[in-house]
């Protein structure tokens, strides 16, 4: 029974290969189309690298300097 599974489901992974084959060939995708989606990505990537760098704070100086030593007591 396992093997009726397997074999129905690799002829279902070959069948959607070869509907993607031919909807591939008669609907290609045109270079114009191609290089829009590129831009736009470039252009959101673009915009959220700009957006992390300005959302970075500072680091602060205080954490740099380490203990702080403590004062001599005034008797």
Request: glycine fraction near 4%; hydrophobic fraction near 25%; avoid cysteine.
């Amino acid at each position: 029974m396992p093997d009726q599974n397997t074999d129905a489901e690799a002829a279902l992974q070959k069948l959607g290969h070869r509907l993607r084959l031919g909807w591939a060939k008669k609907h290609p995708v045109q270079d114009k189309s191609l290089e829009s989606v590129k831009n736009t990505v470039r252009e959101q990537w673009e915009q959220e690298q700009t957006a992390s760098r300005t959302s970075k704070p500072a680091p602060s100086p205080d954490k740099d300097r380490g203990p702080k030593p403590s004062e001599p007591d005034r008797d």
